[in-house]
């Protein structure tokens, strides 16, 4: 009587697919929202909105060459992206990627110029280093928020500034390289990423690299327990809590293993393109990892695209800037009208459904 | 010593008022339930602001005005967000980091084809004809207008919160928004007004930096300074004076660093002493955060009308 | 001289997604009269209050205050038409003082000076006026339970409020409040006001009312006299048919172990209010055990401690001859204690996690669910799913659908089939028919009893008598922290339990 119906893993649901079409459109509605208006701010400081928003096409897709440093541009903010969305998850706001990138930068940056191996070993344990540099300026923030329930967001904000100053003392002071201008050593080519692609395409490893953490954490929150419960607090902290998950260690995880992205992030940037720290090398790449994080709902390979988004403006708004006359700084005001727009999710939401409420009456 | 001792003073107090400014906004705003880690953002767009109304009217106290309606139009964005839209404050916050910069940055470029800084602008200019009073005059003479205008601001806040109808309002709306709209009150408007009243204290905040210290805008002059008036409202505990008083003690951590650099042989990196209050505000976080009854009953949480609730 | 009339309601109706919560409701209260609004909980009596009070607008129907119709688009309609409300949840913010919590709103004195001297003095004189003594300057974070509710009441009257409406104001407090409560009640009815009062506790209802509407799920059963009814009759009313107050049939288990043991466990918050009182209880295998007791008595905290949620400052929680005071939550549940919590959209489920997920919730780290503590087996949790969706008759479109978009009764059949699956020796249930449609509550009561015969022990709190007294075999009573006695179910009367739950012994 009993028809054995076999399941497939990825079950596709009608309902599942619908919430996925209606993120998606409500992403589409805030970035073209958040174009319209920066069109407005374009115009209204004087240049063309059309040809501005052109160059950054160009700029981003124009030329194979433009369109892999895009490629290139994507590979930071995917990580601070998933350390944003991954803590998100269990509802943890890291405002402190930018730190935790700066300090795992800096521990790869060290160990890639101080420690010498064969590459095999040598670049492996600087990519290594970097995580768990990441990882140790997410601890104290982490164990605040466990031990003591300190907001995380003010503690994260807090430590972007102390890891902003203990850098810029390192490298002017105990790590400073030989040179004038102040920076580490440039590091041994047995820590440097190898490329992907051959001159003139600017590739390197670390977009491999970036795509794996994308699965990897998609696993992590979708296949293991410990994502089922991460996910379960974002939602629900009381039933986790009254049904014997716990909470604040599972908080205390997210955000570790969101500090170790970050970190990542700034290892690959150090051992793929920068050999070396210098100041203000990160230019907002922690930052960004939020719009990235929230355009995809926080949903690990949703964070590819939207990565290639904001990496597609950070690498076109050079050409913006040269051919349309209006400063490539306009990218951060796109991404920030994205996203305002993106907080007016419950707004969109309900015009959404009382479109759709009308055409089925 | 006693110029040491002097040189501090008057360097804390300028060093220390931008931040007290914006974080006795801050205040107010969180007070109404309304958190802005934003503050940041007022500021740089604000400073700005206040370097372009200066240079248009050539005029610094039109360039006051400026960074005034700027803070006021990045608040209001703020305010739509979490009020009017339900979005969620720290994440609003951030995007009016990333709106504020890049706006300054676009205008630098469209209005001054310039990148980093502005040209020289009008500032206020110190208060030199004071140095004629006895005993305090120099030291006065020393001063900013900024600080006596943010003395005035300063006992406006307090009375605010003593004496008049709004700021008990403003309490009832942050401590328990039902009761204030059971008891007739629009939790929407009097959260509004303290929103973009923070945007009018990071309007004057933003503005002694470009025109008040200097008289030019730079790209990185705020410099985590938003952040740190966010950490004098948290160590004051939101009160008046408690605000005040922690703004004047990062205040004092900036002064100290730019004392040392001016000492030979100066014992302490000056990144050191630039980290002290961003470590003080997390260790006094850690100290107070977990007792209760501390901070605002309904601090970040956005607040539906009854009629709209399901 | 012909009657007049304070509020007139006509066939009000207010619809939330997926429920009428008021179905066409017509009700007109006298001037000067004490009308009660009597039902069960979620019948619709408070949605029906927030609309006379303007904090929900009706889709349909009309309001007609001193026979003039009306509409209010907020609360501060209400209040100028002197309608005031004191809700079930206070609303008063604690770190302020009396005087600043009564006048909020409509402050004495210009807007650039609150003149804070004068509102003391009018609180003052009105609290003499009305026999409700209160220090104006005192801190509302240093009252007890009933001076909060005075400094509500003075604030309604404050406002010069002549229709007064109390939403279950009678939950919060002890028998003797209680009876000092209807005392105000009557007091003020005397000085000409109008009120219109809630509750579902017959007593206080029959002593204090002119008038008594009855709603059932959201309509109208009828308005009575008080002096033309009785408790029976308003019972029956309310719930739609006599109570049946059989009891089910029990089996008996002789001498059986204690399984769960509790001795002198104590628990104080903010180092004064002691919310258990060196509590002392033995569940056996094989009974319900009841526990009775009105509201806010400690039952949250007795619950809590036995499941590890709180710890107790004092006292020994012992379970299957083990001591566990000192483990988690897990490690309890883990060890056979399954928890039907009372709030099961806060506690009971992740309401965007699917069916299948929330019927392994707690049990998701372990075998067969995970491998290795780590890797989930969604085939095995899809499986053990529709087990038990069959078992448990679990309404839903397909196990894969989040568990928010089910029914209250489905859901709570989900909490009920994961406790049940993990096979505790202690099932302890809150409140568990709470809000569930006749049949649900049938399908809960009779899941518990089934537990109990399989030699498990329940622990049943609830609120409703009926509930308890047809369920358990033993019940205890709570009061104030404390077990006031244990008795046989079987040979307890309504009235007896209802004495002890007001503090006073058996015998009382």
């Known amino acids: 009587m009993e028809t054995k119906t076999k399941k497939p893993l990825f079950t596709v649901d009608k309902k599942k697919l619908q919430e996925t079409g209606l993120s998606l459109l409500i992403t589409l509605i805030a970035l073209v929202m958040a174009l319209l208006v920066g069109a407005v701010v374009i115009w209204a400081f004087g240049s063309n909105p059309i040809e501005a928003y052109g160059a950054l096409w160009r700029g981003a897709f ?46 790869a940056a060290l160990v890639g110029a101080y420690v010498h191996l064969p590459m095999a070993l040598h670049l492996p344990l600087t990519i290594l280093a970097s995580m768990v540099g990441g990882m140790l300026w997410a601890l104290v923030p982490a164990a605040l928020k466990m031990k003591r329930n300190v907001n995380v967001v003010i503690s994260t904000i807090m430590f972007n500034y102390i890891a902003q100053y203990l850098v810029s003392y390192l490298i002017l002071g105990p790590f400073k390289g030989p040179g004038e201008s102040p920076a580490t ?15 003139p395409y600017v590739l390197n490893l670390g977009f491999v690299l970036a795509l794996v953490a994308v699965v990897v954490v998609y696993i992590i929150l979708n296949r293991t327990s410990m994502g089922y419960e991460m996910r379960a607090v974002g939602f629900n902290p009381n039933a986790s809590r009254v049904n014997g998950i716990n909470v604040k260690k599972n908080m205390f995880l997210a955000l570790l293993i969101s500090g170790a992205l970050a970190g990542l992030a700034g290892g690959i940037e150090v051992t793929g393109s920068l050999d070396k720290i210098v100041n203000n090398f990160s230019a907002n790449y922690g930052f960004n990892g939020i719009p990235v994080a929230l355009m995809a709902h926080n949903n690990p390979f949703a964070i590819i695209f939207s990565a290639l988004l904001i990496g597609a403006m950070r690498s076109g708004s050079a050409m913006m800037q040269s051919s349309a006359g209006i400063s490539k700084n306009m990218v951060d005001v796109i991404q920030g009208l994205i996203i305002v727009f993106l907080c007016a999710e419950h707004v969109i939401r309900y015009y959404i459904k009382r479109m759709g409420g009308k055409k089925n009456d | 010593m006693i110029n040491a001792i002097s040189y501090l003073l008057s360097a804390t107090l300028r060093m220390g008022t931008p931040i007290a400014f914006t974080a006795l906004g801050g205040m107010t705003s969180e007070r109404s339930g309304v958190n802005n880690i934003g503050l940041e953002g007022i500021m740089t767009a604000s400073a700005f602001g206040a370097a372009v109304g200066s240079y248009l009217f050539q005029n610094a106290w039109m360039g006051i005005l400026f960074a005034i309606i700027i803070g006021i139009a ?7 967000v979490c009020i009017t839209w339900g979005g969620t404050q720290a994440v609003s916050s951030m995007a009016l980091v990333l709106l504020s910069t890049g706006i300054s940055g676009v205008g630098l470029k469209a209005l001054f084809n310039q990148q980093g800084n502005s040209p020289q602008v009008p500032y206020l200019p110190t208060t030199t004809p004071l140095e004629n009073i006895p005993v305090i005059g120099p030291f006065l003479a020393q001063q900013s207008p900024f600080v006596y205008i943010l003395f005035i601001m300063l006992f406006v806040v307090w009375y605010l919160f003593k004496h008049t109808r709004l700021g008990l309002r403003i309490m009832t709306v942050g401590e328990n928004p039902k009761a204030a709209e059971t008891a007739g009150l629009s939790v929407h408007r009097i959260r509004y007004f303290s929103v973009i009243f923070s945007g009018v204290m990071g309007g004057l905040g933003g503005a002694m930096l470009s025109i008040g210290g200097m008289n030019m805008f730079q790209e990185d002059m705020v410099a985590g300074r938003g952040y740190l008036a966010l950490g004098a409202v948290t160590m004051g505990r939101w009160n008046t004076w408690g605000v005040f008083g922690s703004a004047m003690f990062f205040g004092f951590f900036s002064a100290l660093q730019l004392y040392l650099q001016t000492i030979p042989n100066n014992p302490v990196p000056a990144e050191f002493i630039q980290m002290i209050p961003y470590v003080a505000t997390v260790i006094v976080l850690a100290l107070s955060a977990s007792k209760e009854n501390v901070g605002i009953a309904s601090g970040g949480q956005p607040y539906t009308k009854f009629v709209q609730q399901r | 001289m012909s009657v007049k009339y304070s509020i007139q309601l006509k066939n009000i109706t207010k619809r939330f997604p997926g429920i009428v919560a008021n179905d066409h409701i017509t009700i007109d209260v006298e001037q000067g009269e004490i009308h009660t609004l009597a039902g069960e909980n979620g019948a619709g009596k408070s949605t029906l209050m927030n609309i006379i009070y303007g904090l929900y607008q009706p889709d349909e129907g009309e309001i007609l205050v001193n026979e003039k119709p009306v509409r209010f688009s907020s609360s501060k309609d209400s209040i100028a038409h002197k309608i005031g409300m004191v809700h079930q949840h206070f609303m008063l913010i604690p770190k302020l003082t009396v005087a600043e919590n009564i006048v909020v709103g409509q402050e004495p004195g210009s807007p650039l000076k609150v003149d804070r001297k004068g509102a003391e003095e009018r609180i003052r004189q009105l609290s003499e006026t009305y026999g409700l003594k209160i220090d104006p300057h005192a801190k509302v974070a240093d009252l007890s339970v ?40 009557l007091g003020l009815k005397a000085s000409g006001k109008t009120i219109l009062f809630i509750s579902h506790k017959m007593a206080e209802v029959m002593k204090i009312s002119d008038h008594i509407t009855v709603i059932r799920r959201g309509k109208v059963v009828g308005t009575v006299r008080k002096d033309e009814t009785n408790v029976d009759e308003l019972t029956r009313m309310m719930v739609g048919r006599d109570v049946d107050l059989s009891r089910k049939e029990r089996k008996h288990f002789e001498n059986q172990p204690s399984l769960l043991e509790l001795k002198n466990v104590s628990y104080t918050v903010n180092k004064t209010v002691k919310k258990l009182d060196g509590i002392d209880l033995q569940l056996k295998a094989g009974e319900v055990l009841g526990i009775a007791g009105v509201d806010g008595n400690g039952q949250e905290e007795l619950v809590q401690a036995i499941c590890g949620q709180i710890v107790p400052d004092s006292g020994q929680i012992v379970f299957k001859g083990q001591d566990i005071s000192r483990q988690g939550i897990r490690a309890r549940k883990d060890g ?71 029914s209250g009764g489905n859901q709570q059949k989900i909490i009920i089939a994961r406790e049940a699956s993990r096979n505790p020796d202690v099932l302890i249930a809150v409140q568990p028919t709470r809000g569930l449609d006749i049949g649900a509550m049938e399908f809960v009561q009779k899941t518990l009893l089934e537990q109990r015969d399989q030699g498990k022990g329940v622990l049943l709190f609830s609120l409703e008598l009926d509930e308890i007294l047809s369920v358990s075999d033993r019940i205890a009573v709570i009061f104030k922290g404390k077990i006031v006695d244990v008795v046989d179910a079987e040979s307890v009367t309504r009235q007896e339990l209802g004495r002890m739950m007001l503090g006073s012994g058996k015998q009382g």
């Open chain 1, 62 to 107: 124009g030329t194979g060459i433009a369109f892999i440093v895009t490629l290139g541009k994507a590979v930071p903010v995917m990580l601070t992206g998933l350390a944003v969305a991954i803590a998100f998850r269990c509802s943890v706001f890291n405002i402190g990627a930018e730190g935790q990138l700066l300090i795992g930068a800096m521990c």
């Open chain 1, 185 to 199: 050593p440039t590091i041994d080519t047995t820590a440097q990423l190898p490329d992907l692609l051959p001159k």
């Open chain 3, 146 to 185: 009933t001076e909060q509710q005075r400094v509500e009441i003075l604030k309604i009257l404050y406002r010069e409020a002549e229709i007064l409406i109390f939403d279950e104001p009678t939950a919060v407090l002890t028998p003797q409040e209680i009876d000092e409560f209807c005392d105000i009640l």
């Open chain 3, 336 to 406: 056979g204690l399954g928890l039907v919590p009372e709030d099961r959209h806060r506690d009971g489920l992740i309401l965007e996690y699917s069916v299948a997920d929330n019927l392994v919730l707690g049990l998701h780290y372990q075998e067969p669910f995970a491998h290795h503590h780590a890797w989930m087996d969604f085939k095995q949790i899809h499986t053990n799913a529709q087990e038990l969706q069959k078992d448990f008759d679990i309404r839903c479109a397909s196990v894969d659908v989040p568990a928010g978009t089910l």
């Open chain 2, 74 to 80: 990045i608040s209001a964005i703020h305010s739509l």
